[in-house]
């Protein structure tokens, strides 16, 4: 059964920054307990390392995640990059404890934005847009366009994301919108099937 659809609230834009700031996440405590009781969103996984591999693969993107997010970070349990066999890649600050290339502060990147508003995000040249072009993975990083979409389960919550980013501008185009929101439906399938034989096996 669907999650009725909520009021979102709006993002805050800072004018003397150029940033759209990260928009707040009221369901993040719910996901949370969604994602513990999934057995996901805490350690790598190869099932995901996998799909991020095929994803790349998919958009010829360098770059792939699947990213699961809570109130204070963003947390890759699927990751792929250039180097891959699979050597770390670090995407940002991120706590002393955290495991290298896997997690990324909150406030990096446009994940959070996808999953709060439940749709796909298309940045083909993040510079073209003064709001999202401001955020710190664009000097930090150099990241230059951003594909991605939410998983969203059975129970009507945005679990996550699934994405792919380029250091140069990329031409996704429809046909790339429609390739990050099929994915994103195949890995929510793989979720739900993950579920199912968790709770055999209990």
């Given amino acids: 059964m669907n999650r009725p659809a909520s009021r979102l609230p709006a993002p805050t834009y800072d004018p003397t920054r150029h940033l759209l700031l990260t928009p707040q996440d009221d369901e993040a405590p719910a996901r949370v307990a969604r994602l513990r009781t999934l057995g996901i969103g805490e350690a790598p996984l190869p099932a995901f390392d996998d799909f991020a591999r095929n994803l790349a693969r998919t958009t010829q993107a360098p770059y792939a995640m699947v990213n699961f997010i809570d109130e204070h970070r963003q947390y890759f349990a699927g990751l792929y990059t250039p180097a891959e066999e699979q050597a770390p890649v670090e995407l940002g600050p991120a706590p002393a404890s955290a495991q290298p290339g896997r997690v990324m502060a909150r406030d990096h990147g ?93």
């Fill in 110 to 202: 446009y994940c959070p934005h996808v999953i709060v508003r439940r749709k796909a995000l298309v940045l083909e040249d993040v510079c073209d847009y003064p709001r999202f072009a401001g955020n710190p993975v664009v000097d930090e990083i150099g990241i230059r366009s951003y594909l991605g979409a939410p998983l969203i389960d059975r129970t009507g919550m945005a679990l996550g994301t699934v994405c792919v980013v380029d250091l140069e501008p990329r031409p996704w185009g429809r046909e790339g919108l429609a390739t990050i929101k099929s994915m994103a439906s195949r890995l929510v399938d793989q979720i739900h099937l993950m579920e199912q034989e968790r709770t055999e096996g209990l």
